[in-house]
């Protein structure tokens, strides 16, 4: 089973909404990732949670707010998004952040208005 | 820094057709992964196949298969007898060792016509 799920699928907010992103795994995967799509492009990775623990963070705002409550569960808290922050965010995961594969969710599409 | 290069922003191939989609890549490293992820119009991205730099026999699955060639930092992706459910993006990523994210080249938009 290399089942990654995302809730919700599709999310539609003000720019003074506060919401949450979901990515559930279980499948083992110790590392989890989230990336942000715009259309055609390719994904770019916003971070990565190894064993728990914020291992890398890629220069994000901090209107994005990560948090992995235990091995399984990645969420991302959003809070005064922009317009400009419309995309599909792509949760996936991996064994280890090391060498291994990863595997992603379907994704949520976001709208932000 | 790495770089993953993909030459055609858009190809099309005939059903049962043979197709391939090319990657280059620039690094100083020796060790790395490179892999070819498939992104269909339902945007699930999936893995399609995985190659260690360190083994030089060509990764295969099913109807793909990668022409890796070390020397000439090139990793491309044939897809045998395609099928109009390849029809997807499919990006060309590289990992270097370490905790190193991935970088994903721009994509490469593939129709398959009946």
């Known amino acids: 089973d290399t089942e990654v799920t995302q809730t919700p699928k599709h999310l539609v907010m003000g720019m003074t909404n506060k919401k949450s992103l979901k990515c559930e795994q279980h499948?083992?995967?110790?590392?989890m990732y989230w990336y942000k799509q715009k259309a055609k492009k390719p994904p770019e990775l916003m971070f990565v949670?190894?064993?728990?623990?914020?291992?890398i963070n890629e220069s994000v705002p901090s209107r994005f707010s990560p948090e992995c409550p235990n091995s399984s569960l990645l969420n991302l808290h959003l809070h005064a998004l922009q317009p400009e922050d419309s995309a599909l965010y792509l949760c996936?995961?991996?064994?280890?952040?090391?060498?291994?594969?990863?595997?992603f969710g379907p994704g949520t599409r976001l709208l932000v208005l | 820094a790495q770089t993953v290069t993909q030459s055609q922003p858009e190809m099309s191939v005939q059903e049962a057709e043979t197709v391939t989609l090319s990657c280059t890549y620039d690094?100083?490293?020796?060790?790395?992964?490179l892999f070819w992820y498939k992104q269909p119009p339902s945007r699930q991205m999936i893995l399609v196949i995985r190659?260690?730099?360190?083994?030089?026999q060509n990764a295969t699955e099913n109807r793909f298969s990668v022409n890796f060639q070390k020397a000439a930092k090139s990793f491309s992706l044939k897809i045998s007898d395609s099928q109009l459910g390849d029809t997807a993006m499919y990006f060309c990523?590289?990992?270097?060792?370490?905790?190193?994210?991935?970088?994903f080249g721009k994509g490469t938009r593939l129709s398959v016509i009946a």
């Open positions: 990523a590289f990992m270097k060792q370490g905790n190193t994210p991935l970088v």
């Open positions: 996936a995961s991996s064994l280890y952040a090391v060498q291994e594969t990863q595997y």
């Open positions: 190659q260690e730099a360190y083994k030089q």
């Open positions: 690094t100083s490293e020796s060790n790395y992964y």
């Open positions: 949670y190894s064993y728990e623990k914020l291992s």
């Open positions: 499948m083992g995967h110790r590392a």
